[in-house]
């Protein structure tokens, strides 16, 4: 299993809000049966006029930190605000494990629509690797605004529908994301796997050959106030399903 994954769940969880507040802050975990709490995550995500910033740190911990060796991965996304909806302007990735540390620089040019990537690699004070590109496809979000914006792009929440959506940081799939809004005979089992209760339910597509089908499933279960409450991970190779949940 890609450790990374524990930690995409934590920023998926975190990636739904409301943005009429001015400073939201959450925290989620991630567990998986009898092995426990697998990873942990703050958010932060802030606000003012129309300039926003979202910070996620999250890390492995428990079992999970012994086998990643400690990995710790923070992102930021900021951009500014129109119409209601996050533009994200630059999104950044840090992770680190053991001595080794990495770090993506994304910065989006909407005027001549293209983005650029700069990738550092270090091993200890040594950098490896740095250089720089330009991705092959353009976008308005980053994975972590994009989450923020599901709420303004999908205007009819009860409408079954499959979402296509470009995304800075996805390049790996060519910056595909999507986003399954389920028929109504499907919000049973939703409602069984995740709560019960007045939720928005809908699922992500994760496309990474980790998974005993050809992709992976995100289910995520969100209340009235477009914070997510919990998601479930399904089919991951040899580790079954991972929960993810609000704490805080």
Do not use: C
């Amino acid at each position: 299993m890609k450790k990374s994954l524990i930690l995409f769940i934590l920023y998926t969880l975190i990636g739904f809000g409301f943005l009429d507040a001015k400073t939201i802050e959450a925290q989620y975990k991630v567990s998986f049966g009898i092995v426990g709490e697998l990873g942990i995550a703050d958010a932060k995500i802030t606000t003012e006029k129309n300039r926003y910033t979202i910070e996620i740190g999250a890390e492995a911990t428990g079992l999970a930190k012994i086998l990643s060796n400690s990995r710790k991965e923070k992102h930021i996304s900021k951009g500014h605000i129109k119409n209601g909806r996050f533009i994200s302007e630059s999104y950044h990735v840090i992770k680190s494990f053991g001595n080794k540390y990495v770090e993506k620089i994304y910065t989006v040019d909407h005027k001549n629509k293209k983005v650029t990537k700069q990738y550092i690699k270090k091993k200890g004070d040594k950098v490896t690797e740095d250089q720089k590109s330009t991705l092959d496809f353009y976008a308005e979000d980053d994975l972590l605004s994009l989450y923020f914006n599901l709420g303004n792009l999908i205007k009819d929440k009860t409408l079954a529908k499959e979402y296509q959506f470009k995304t800075v940081g996805a390049e790996k799939q060519k910056g595909r994301v999507t986003v399954i809004v389920p028929p109504k005979d499907e919000i049973p089992k939703y409602k069984k796997m995740l709560l019960k209760g007045d939720y928005w339910y809908i699922s992500v597509i994760i496309y990474q050959k980790i998974f005993t089908s050809k992709q992976g499933e995100l289910l995520i279960a969100i209340d009235d106030e477009g914070m997510a409450q919990k998601a479930i991970l399904k089919d991951l190779l040899l580790f079954g399903d991972l929960r993810g949940e609000r704490i805080k």
